[in-house]
C-alpha cells in the first residue's frame, strides 16, 4: 500500500486501490454496521494477463495504460476446494496496485518471477513494487500448455482444443467463443474467452469446465470508519444468560480495542481485517445493528457482521452458595474482563451470592472460569453480572448479625451413629478432666514439698542461734 513508485515513462503512477472501486459503506442509525469489505475490480474486458507463483498481473480495456497486479492472489474456494460459480481470484487491497504507464501496454509476461510488459512502442519493462526499468527482454507468445493430464491450444480460428494425454486420440473442443493466450495455472489452465479470463478445470474431458473468473480484492479502506453507535451501552447489558457464537470459514472479521471506544468508530487492533480460514467458537458480547461485537478464547475482540445462529452456555453448578472476593475485582456483563463489559469493582472481602458457574472446559470459548454473582450494596441496591472463579472463596453468611441458619442434619446422619458420637464425647470429657486433675495434684505436690524443705531449713537455723 505504501511502496514507493519510481516511473520512468511519463505520469507514472501507483495507485494503492482505483479510485472508484471502494466498497460503499452504509452507516446503521443508532447501531453499527459492518461493511461487505469486497470489492469487485472491473477493467472491461481483459487485453492480456501474466501469472506466476504468488503474483497475477493484467491489462483491461478501461485504460490500456494501467496494469493491476495481485500480490498472493488465491482463488476462492467453498466447502472441499469446489471452485465457486464463476470463479473468483480474491487478494488484499495490500497485495493490489495499479501502474498507470506513458502509452498503452500490450503485452504482460513473467521470466521467473520477473514481471515484464512491452507497450505499444515495442520498448520493454521490467516492473517490481511499482519500480519501473527500461529491458531488452522480447515477449514470446506460446498458445500451447501442459496442465495435470492434457494438453491445451488456441486453433488459428480461435476455438480451444484439450487432449487427454492419457489416452491417445481423445480431445475436447470449445467453439463457444473466441480464446486466446492459454496459461498454466491454479492446477488448471487459464484462457481469455470473449475478453473475459476463465479458469479450465476438472480430471477428465467429461469434467472439464470453463468458467469465467471475477476479480475481487479485500478492500480494508473502511476499517477504521466502523461506527461505535449504541456498542457501548450494549456491552453493559447484562443477558439472561451467556451465548456463544460459530464463526464460518471464510468470514471477514475486524480484530477490534474495546479499551477505547470512546470515539466514533472502534479502534482497529493490531490483526486488522482478515477472512478467517476455518471456524472457530466465540463468546458474543453484543448485537448493534447488523454487527456483533464477539471474543476467542485468546482475548481477543472482534466485530463481524451477524452471526445469527447463537447457544446458550453450558453452565456448571455453584462451586459454593456465598463467596467473598480475596482481592478487589469487578463485576462484568460478560464472562470476559474489560473496561467496557465492567459493572462496577468492588474490594476485597466484599460477599456475593454465587448463582453457578461457566468453566473453560465446558465453553472452550471462555478465557477463563467465571460464576454469575449477584451484589447487594449497603443502600440495598443490587448488581448481577460476571466474576472469574479466581477471585472468590467461600464464606459462610449465617451468623452475621446474630442471625444463625438452621442445624443442617449430615446425609449419613443414623441414630447409632449418633449415640456413639455422644459416648466418645463423654469419654473424650472425662480424659481431659482426668488428665486436668493429675496435673493440679502433681503440681500441688510439688509445692508441699518444697514448703517441708523450707521449713526444716527454719529449723535448723533457729537452733543454732
Not at 464464606?395 to 466418645?424: I, K, R
Amino acid at each position: 500500500m505504501n511502496r514507493v513508485a519510481a516511473a520512468i515513462a511519463g505520469a507514472a503512477l501507483l495507485l494503492a486501490v482505483p479510485a472508484g472501486l471502494k466498497t460503499e459503506y452504509a452507516e446503521a442509525a443508532g447501531g453499527t454496521s459492518y461493511p461487505d469489505f469486497v470489492s469487485t475490480l472491473d477493467i472491461g474486458a481483459i487485453e492480456c494477463y501474466s501469472c506466476s507463483d504468488g503474483q497475477f498481473a493484467l491489462i483491461g480495456d478501461n485504460s490500456a495504460r494501467e496494469l493491476y497486479i495481485y500480490s498472493d492472489g488465491t482463488l476462492a474456494e467453498e466447502g472441499d476446494g469446489a471452485v465457486i460459480e464463476g470463479g473468483t481470484l480474491l487478494a488484499s487491497d495490500e497485495g493490489l496496485y495499479a501502474y498507470r504507464h506513458g502509452t498503452d501496454i500490450t503485452q504482460l509476461w513473467h521470466e521467473g518471477s520477473d514481471l515484464l510488459f512491452a507497450d505499444a512502442t515495442g520498448q520493454s519493462y521490467t516492473y517490481s513494487d511499482g519500480t519501473v526499468a527500461e529491458s531488452s527482454a522480447k515477449f514470446t507468445p506460446d498458445n500451447t500448455v501442459d496442465f495435470g493430464n492434457f494438453t491445451a491450444f488456441i486453433s488459428a480460428d480461435g476455438k480451444l482444443n484439450i487432449i487427454d494425454t492419457t489416452v491417445s486420440g481423445e480431445s475436447k473442443v470449445y467453439e463457444d467463443g473466441a480464446y486466446s493466450q492459454v496459461t498454466a495455472a491454479f492446477d488448471g489452465a487459464l484462457a481469455i474467452r470473449d475478453g473475459l479470463l476463465c479458469i479450465i478445470s476438472g480430471d477428465t474431458l467429461e469434467e472439464l469446465e470453463v468458467l469465467p473468473l471475477e476479480f475481487r480484492f479485500i478492500d480494508k479502506s473502511h476499517e477504521t470508519q466502523i461506527a461505535v453507535g449504541d456498542s457501548a451501552a450494549l456491552l453493559r447489558h447484562v443477558s439472561a444468560e451467556a451465548q456463544f457464537v460459530t464463526v464460518a470459514a471464510r468470514k471477514y472479521v475486524t480484530e477490534i480495542d474495546l479499551g477505547d471506544i470512546g470515539s466514533e468508530y472502534f479502534a482497529v487492533g493490531e490483526g486488522g481485517t482478515f477472512m478467517t480460514s476455518g471456524s472457530m467458537s466465540a463468546l458474543l458480547l453484543c448485537t448493534s445493528g447488523d454487527a456483533d461485537i464477539i471474543v476467542t478464547a485468546d482475548g481477543k475482540t472482534y466485530i463481524t457482521d451477524t452471526v445469527g445462529v447463537t447457544s446458550a452456555a453450558s453452565i456448571s453448578p455453584a462451586p459454593f452458595g456465598h463467596g467473598q472476593l480475596n482481592y478487589s475485582a469487578g463485576i462484568y456483563s460478560s464472562p470476559y474482563m474489560c473496561g467496557a463489559t465492567e459493572l462496577t469493582v468492588l474490594e476485597p472481602g466484599a460477599k456475593l451470592e454465587v448463582l453457578y458457574e461457566l468453566t473453560v472446559q465446558n465453553n472452550a470459548a471462555l478465557t477463563a472460569d467465571f460464576c454469575r454473582v449477584s451484589y447487594t450494596d449497603e443502600n440495598g441496591a443490587a448488581t448481577e453480572g460476571y466474576v472469574a472463579s479466581g477471585f472468590i472463596t467461600a464464606y459462610d453468611f449465617s451468623g452475621e448479625d446474630g442471625q444463625f441458619g438452621e442445624p443442617q442434619t449430615p446425609e449419613d446422619y443414623s441414630e447409632e451413629n449418633a449415640v456413639l458420637t455422644v459416648v466418645l464425647v463423654l469419654v473424650i470429657v472425662v480424659l481431659v478432666i482426668a488428665g486436668v486433675a493429675y496435673l493440679a495434684y502433681t503440681s500441688n505436690s510439688g509445692k508441699r514439698k518444697k514448703e517441708r524443705e523450707r521449713t526444716a531449713e527454719d529449723r535448723e537455723d533457729d537452733e543454732e542461734e
